[in-house]
């Protein structure tokens, strides 16, 4: 029977398509050459300024458990938070307004934007022993909207809502399903709110910088941005440039083989 060599330039179409999308080994791997290293924990630093349109949660007691209920009503203020599962709930908790206050039941307003969360523990704590209210109270703050976003080339592009207030570079990513093989790893850009500016910074995977960094930890609001390598946007290039050919390389194979047939 007699054979077709139409058909080898459509296979060596199809393996060139195939070539083109496979990265290197060195490219996806991460702190490469890295050795046994040790590295000091910048967590003081992590501290954050409350800034307006936070969440907090604001919990009062004391040794008087019935005095120190009226304290702690359930805010009206709450906003729908969506999580790394994309599950949808109301979160109850001390809204700072535009004007850097919130209402906390019997102290009235309170100035929250610009403390940390340790400047206001203070601050309420001592609002309520010059009143008398209460003795010896105890304040506790977490922040209820602390949130990082992760987009671009990771398996499944979130904004992660941490309950914990602790959050590394790498667990945010790990959260988000890892980086894809396409991801350009020695250039990762954060973004981060800083005194009322958009920081922007450029983060290296393959070196072992990232862990004495100040991002090796991150902030709420922060947003990390993967980039495609230049095997994802070949490759790219090369599909939208070959798969017409490659189309219609098949379709002149089916056309010829029917007539051949007949």
């Known amino acids: 029977m007699?054979?077709?060599?139409?058909?080898?330039?459509?296979?060596?179409?199809?393996?060139l398509l195939l070539g083109c999308s496979c990265a290197g080994t060195s490219e996806a791997i991460y702190f490469n050459n890295i050795q046994a290293s040790e590295f000091a924990d910048k967590i003081e630093t992590l501290e954050p300024v409350i800034q307006e349109n936070d969440l907090l949660s604001i919990t009062i007691s004391s040794l008087n458990p019935d005095a120190s209920e009226m304290f702690n009503v359930s805010s009206n203020n709450s906003i729908r938070n969506a999580n790394a599962t994309n599950t949808i709930?109301?979160?109850?908790?001390?809204?700072?307004?535009?004007?850097g206050f919130i209402q906390i039941p019997l102290l009235g307003n309170i100035k929250a934007a610009g403390l940390t969360k340790?400047?206001?523990k203070n601050?309420?704590?001592?609002?309520?022993?010059?009143?008398?209210?209460?003795?010896?109270?105890?304040v506790d703050i977490r922040y209820l909207?602390?949130?990082v976003s992760v987009?671009?080339?990771?398996?499944?592009?979130?904004?992660l809502t941490v309950p914990n207030e602790k959050l590394t570079f790498l667990e945010a990513l790990?959260?988000?399903?890892?980086?894809?093989?396409?991801?350009k790893r020695d250039n990762i850009l954060l973004i981060r709110e800083e005194e009322g500016k958009r920081v922007l910074t450029r983060v290296d995977l393959t070196t072992n910088e990232l862990f004495t960094s100040p991002y090796y930890y991150l902030k709420s609001n922060d947003i990390i941005y993967v980039e495609p390598n230049k095997t994802k946007i070949a490759s790219a290039g090369a599909l939208r440039q070959w798969?017409?050919?490659a189309l219609s390389g098949l379709t002149l194979v089916v056309v010829s083989i029917d007539r051949l047939t007949r």
């Open 89 to 99: 709930s109301p979160v109850f908790g001390y809204l700072v307004e535009r004007d």
């Open 145 to 147: 909207n602390y949130k």
């Open 243 to 245: 798969l017409p050919l």
């Open 174 to 183: 790990g959260l988000a399903g890892d980086l894809t093989i396409y991801a």
């Open 151 to 159: 987009l671009g080339e990771v398996a499944r592009p979130s904004v």
């Open 123 to 138: 601050k309420i704590r001592q609002e309520i022993l010059d009143r008398k209210l209460l003795i010896s109270p105890i």
């Open 2 to 15: 007699k054979s077709y060599s139409f058909i080898e330039p459509v296979l060596v179409v199809a393996l």
């Open 118 to 120: 340790e400047g206001l």
